[in-house]
T-cell receptor
């Protein structure tokens, strides 16, 4: 079945550091890919998405490129801020799964940014 | 601005009590989902619905039940709460296959 593997945390960075959170996936079809962010005490918010190969999703300084050849969707940000401290989830939606429209989530990566 | 609402945000309840977690959305989405999030952050799908009168069990076995009588409303019920039900419960809805989920703010349930 479909699966998402993202780097284990926690990740701790200093403010203005470069961020990469790795995400790779396994899917039988042509999935759409998503990054979600969860701030403390909140639900998940969609951060960015990409629906086909070579698409780049971007939002709030975060970027991720859909790489079909490496089955990856790594999240990057050039300069993190303390306010970026949160848990980040990579997810996929595979239309080939018999019409199932459930998202498959990775296990989450906790990011802490220190001033 | 949230278009999907969960109440209550926090609930502390005694063992054996019956509880209902409310979830409502104003976007007209047919597809709705309930996730249980453990302290290690991982999300587990426990129920989903593709529309009115449609409910399915998710990947994680749960003693809870759901109903979908109206498009906008997808409540989750525990008939007899136990300490093992202590968790965060997240409700979500979805417009279609190329769209992500919209999540509510969650209900943090503690059973004592």
């Amino acid at each position: 079945g479909d699966s998402v593997t993202q780097m284990e945390g926690p990740v701790t960075l200093s403010e203005e550091a470069f961020l990469t959170i790795n995400c790779t996936y396994t899917a039988t079809g042509y999935p759409s890919l998503f990054w979600y962010v969860q701030y403390p005490g909140e639900g998940l918010q969609l951060l960015l998405k990409a629906t086909k190969a070579d698409d780049k999703g971007s939002n709030k300084g975060f970027e991720a490129t859909y790489r079909k050849e490496t089955t990856s969707f790594h999240l990057e940000k050039g300069s993190v801020q303390v306010s970026d401290s949160a848990v980040y989830f990579c997810a996929l939606s595979d239309l080939a799964q018999g019409g199932s429209e459930k998202l498959v989530f990775g296990k989450g990566t906790k990011l802490t940014v220190n001033p | 601005e949230a278009d999907i609402y969960q109440t209550p945000r926090y609930l502390v309840i005694g063992t054996g009590k019956k509880i209902t977690l409310e979830c409502s959305q104003t976007m007209g989405h047919d597809k709705m989902y309930w996730y249980q999030q453990d302290p290690g952050m991982e999300l587990h799908l426990i129920h989903y619905s593709y529309g009115v009168n449609s409910t399915e069990k998710g990947d994680l076995s749960s003693e809870s039940t759901v109903s979908r009588i109206r498009t906008e409303h997808f409540p989750l019920t525990l008939e007899s709460a136990r300490p093992s039900h202590t968790s965060q419960y997240l409700c979500a809805s979805r417009q279609g296959a190329y769209y992500g989920y919209t999540f509510g703010s969650g209900t943090r349930l503690t059973v004592v």
